[in-house]
């Protein structure tokens, strides 16, 4: 069996019209403090992973 941290999920808000993610937690658990914090490290280590992929251009500026 996988233990899975997180499952994270491309939404899109259609209230706001934005694109958004969705973090579906084990058992539907509330993150503590120190999980926010590791997952807000996991989520900028991607962010730059591809970024550098992209050429560092940053995305399009109408991504949301």
């Known amino acids: 069996m996988t233990d899975r941290k997180w499952i994270i999920t491309p ?11 969705e973090v579906w937690t084990p058992k539907y658990q509330d993150f503590t403090p120190k999980q926010a914090r590791q997952f807000a490290a996991a989520l900028v280590e991607m962010a730059e992973i591809v970024d550098g992929i ?10 949301g």
Do not use: L, N, P
């Open 11 to 21: 939404a899109w808000d259609a209230d706001t019209e934005r694109h958004a993610i």
């Open 54 to 63: 992209a050429g560092g251009t940053g995305g399009s500026s109408t991504d």
